[in-house]
């Protein structure tokens, strides 16, 4: 029988970014400092200070997703510039940034998501109270949460709290969310974790009472763990990385609980994790609408590499091995499109939650000669191979998927600050150390998803 492989009326496709990677204008128009914004420049990196200036340069980068036919953008509001001590006054002139952009989104039929709070900790709340570690920091984010959902929920449907909640569930943790002082032990891990994790419930359940037609969702980095052999070993640690790393949250989001295996491994190992009477009610009201995550790459994990009684949460600080069968870019990250279809088929199977991937890309290093265009064509490949991987999850495996947003399509500083590690389908001409004029030049990739998106996917 021939299947059907026409994409859904209303599928969005789009665009994602963070806050700190795309605007600038770091200490204009009452912004507080963030964690990011005190990062110095190293030789291979810049300073967060100038992004892409999307601040000041908003509509030209809508127009281009408007060309490019996109009906979706993810972004960030920065917790720092909308409440310059993370707890104390709410600046309007911040707010006002965002009802620019969202309106300018409004405007072009774009319909805007927004993510509140990407590892960009206003340093106020990092220096006095530690970030998460600290439920005065919960409390905090609470209130700069509810307040942005009242202000903006008439105009934006879609929302996620913590980008890539289950990294707060890594050794990674400590280098990326405001913690500056501790033990770095496993009770702190799982302190800030489980904290995160209460915010969200908090305005999980402040949406769902209060507005019907607002779609709340959670959100992970979903790298999918295959084994390095067929040794059972190498399984069992794949698949209890898995669990820990991934669906212990997914698991959470949907069921209202962290996972058996994870609860297990806390009581077993007396970690403290700040657990209080009345959390467990809290975790028990979650529901998500979707389940949103980016997606990469895959990773393997060698059990041999693993130190007797490492916590499954540092297991990647050990075990990891490259992939034989996948081609890397230059920074090792492999590229594995039907990695991308069996986990999205795996998500549904598992939640019946409707899945969201809202970011994905491949990192490449590109230079522009101020003449001619870009010729990309291994980033052409990727999105191809990939959207016809989701396809085949939708179309083969029964998967509901609601969109499909690549990650930094406008260029912008990779995570270390690296524009040289470019995902975007548009230039941007800037150095890690030279500002330029911040042009905007279509890459040859960008024809291509223009004429993609115009089909709205249906021939690739
Ligand atoms: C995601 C982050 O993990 O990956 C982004 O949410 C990041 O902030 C993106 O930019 C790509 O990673 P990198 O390190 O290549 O920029």
Redesign the pocket.
Known sequence: MEVSRRMPKDFFWGNS??SM?TEGAWNIDGKGQSVYDVRPATEHTADWHDAIDEYHRYDEDLDLMQAMHMNMYRIQISWSRVVPDGDGEFNPAGIAFYDRLVDGMLKRGITPMICLY??DMPLALAQKENGFMSRHTVDAFVRFGKKMIEHFADRVKYWITF??HN?YFTSEVFNISGYEHGDRSLNDLYTIFHHTMLAHAQLDAFVHSHYDDVQFGGMI?YTPVYPATSKPNDVFAARQLDQFLNNNLNDAFVHGHYAHEVLTFINNHDIDYDHQVGDDQILAAMHADFLAF?Y?RTTTINADKVPAGTAPNHYLDYGMESNRFLKANQ?G?TIDPLGFRNMITDLYNRYDVPVFPI?N?I?LEEHWDGEHMIEDDLRIQYHRDHIAAMKDAMFLDGAKVLGYLG??LID?????A?IE?R?GVVYVNRSNHDLKDLKRVPKKSYYWLQSVLAKNGDEL
């Open positions: 970014v963070s990677q990407h590892f980008n890539e990294l980095a980016s990469y920074w990250w970011e890309g990192g990650w930094g912008i500083p990779s995570s270390h690296d590690k995902y």
